[in-house]
């Protein structure tokens, strides 16, 4: 559960670093495919928000489905479950005074209300136009000649290449926050005010958009990479994309390593477990994950939201479970334990491991696209924007813009993929705290408190959802017990 979508799961940082203009969140809130629930995503209750067509949409989520759980057949499900009603009809005879079982299907639509219901829908139809007002933002500073003077100022302002791409970009990074002001504010700001889901005030809301503004410009590199980007459209005209994407790797690896130790500190506090009870259950169940006390840590998110989440971040020696003070307040011990479970998935599997080389796939991907697109739209408007050359820095718009085409394509790749593994978490974390009604209600909560869609369309899902939606969650986590029938877990391995 980290930054929304790439920002979506958020990660290619390079890429990522080209796209201030696109709406793209900045690196520093970007969730990656480790949180609970993604907090910026169009999806924002359990299930972030990523992108899908219509038919293969259901397709292909049956089929995931169906591949995330292969140690337990079909078979194995209906007789635990089975088994499970059976003994609580035992139950029931035994103790006619017992309460009936709760209904979680029906608690979890009963709690999407009708004004959650006009916040998701909100949120999903952002999901589409944010991408699509970034496109047309780069061709307006494209089609105006806005880049080309910008370029022209950082020209007569120096000599010197590695200057003018600074000047250029604190040019076109200020008119990129700007223009895209509108949009950030109504999605990052006042949607979220209206909902109850911001506890921040407007001058708190933009002192962090700014610095998150200036992490990008300074912690990222942003000059020195983009100056290196062009030396490389220079030099590899032809295979630029590919030096492009294999770039990626190591700077989403800095990146990854380093989000928790420089850039979280700058927008929260983090620090041990505060409530003493409720940290020995935690850490007994991370201990029971192989992670070590210290890698646990509470973040006081609610100095900006009122969201529940959680997430993992960093890798190797900087790897860590981060739980948001919201989720501790909110919730009871055992919904605690459980999202703890799920987090100690991410850790536990290399997750983040994973997302950073599928990352590198899809950027290739996604640079190969952009390149064709790129040379496509220069050889047709160069000369009307002010340039020929893919290695002007006035084309960094145009490669703005494809690169967000792109990602907008394969979104629904990645979404896929992310859905995997947080099934996957979800999985392992049942395994580890065999906590199914605890998982159950957890999800109800945090759907209800972060107003989310627990049945998205297929379209939206597809398109979306780096999350597997609620009700889907809820359903899963109620049914998967095969330690009930003596099977072992399928991804949790105890003292392994
Ligand atoms: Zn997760």
Not at 83 to 108: C, H, M
Not at 127 to 152: C, I
Not at 361 to 378: H, Q
Request: charged residues 20%; proline residues 7%.
């Amino acid at each position: 559960m980290l930054r929304q979508r790439l920002s979506r799961p958020a990660l290619l940082l390079a890429l990522l670093a080209l796209l201030p203009l696109t709406g793209a969140a900045p690196p520093a809130r970007a969730s990656a495919p480790e949180t609970l629930a993604p907090p910026g995503t169009a999806a924002p209750a359990l299930g972030s928000a990523a992108r899908r067509p219509r038919m293969v949409a259901s397709d292909s989520a049956r089929r995931a489905y169906r591949a995330w759980r292969p140690g337990v057949r079909p078979r194995a499900r209906a007789d635990s479950i089975a088994r499970a009603d059976s003994l609580a009809r035992a139950d029931s005879l035994t103790r006619a005074a017992a309460p009936p079982p709760r209904d979680y299907v029906a608690e979890v639509r009963a709690a999407f209300t009708p004004a959650n219901r006009a916040y998701a829908t909100t949120r999903a139809a952002l999901g589409f136009l944010e991408p699509l007002y970034g496109l047309l933002l780069g061709l307006f500073v494209l089609f105006s000649g806005l880049s080309a003077w910008m370029r022209d100022r950082a020209r007569a302002a120096s000599r010197h290449a590695y200057v003018q791409t600074l000047v250029y970009l604190v040019l076109y990074l200020a008119a990129g926050f700007v223009l895209q002001f509108p949009l950030a504010f109504y999605q990052g700001f006042a949607l979220e005010r209206h909902y109850g889901l911001l506890n921040q005030s407007f001058g708190s809301w933009l002192l962090d958009e700014i610095k998150g503004l200036l992490v990008f410009l300074v912690f990222f590199g942003a000059v020195p990479l983009i100056r290196l980007a062009y030396v490389a459209i220079r030099r590899f005209p032809r295979n630029w994309w590919l030096v492009l994407g294999l770039a990626t790797l190591p700077v989403v690896l800095a990146g990854t390593f380093l989000q928790p130790l420089v850039v979280e500190p700058l927008f929260n506090r983090f620090t041990p477990l505060a409530d003493r009870r409720l940290e020995a259950r935690i850490l007994e169940t991370a201990s029971r994950a192989g992670i070590p006390a210290r890698r646990v840590v509470q973040m006081d998110a609610s100095r900006q939201s009122r969201r529940y989440n959680a997430y993992v971040s960093g890798f190797g020696p900087s790897q860590r479970i981060v739980l948001w003070d919201t989720t501790l307040k909110g919730m009871t011990a055992d919904e605690i334990v459980f999202v703890v479970g799920h987090e100690a998935a991410h850790y536990r599997l290399g997750h983040l491991w994973k997302g950073i080389l599928f990352e590198t796939g899809m950027g290739l991907l996604v640079f190969a696209i952009a390149a064709a697109l790129a040379r496509g739209a220069l050889a047709r408007w160069g000369p009307r924007w002010g340039f020929t050359e893919l290695h002007d820095l006035a084309s960094l718009p145009l490669i703005v813009v494809a690169l967000t085409l792109a990602m907008f394509l394969t979104q629904p790749g990645a979404n896929a993929f992310t859905r995997r593994l947080e099934r996957d978490a979800d999985t392992f974390g049942l395994e580890l705290t065999h906590a199914n009604e605890a998982a159950a209600s957890a999800f109800l909560k945090m759907g209800a408190q972060n107003r989310s869609n627990p049945e998205p369309g297929p379209a939206v899902e597809f398109f979306l959802y780096s999350h597997p939606p609620l009700l889907e969650r809820v359903r899963f986590a109620l049914s998967y017990r095969p330690w009930e029938i003596g099977r072992p877990g399928r991804l949790f391995h105890p003292g392994g």
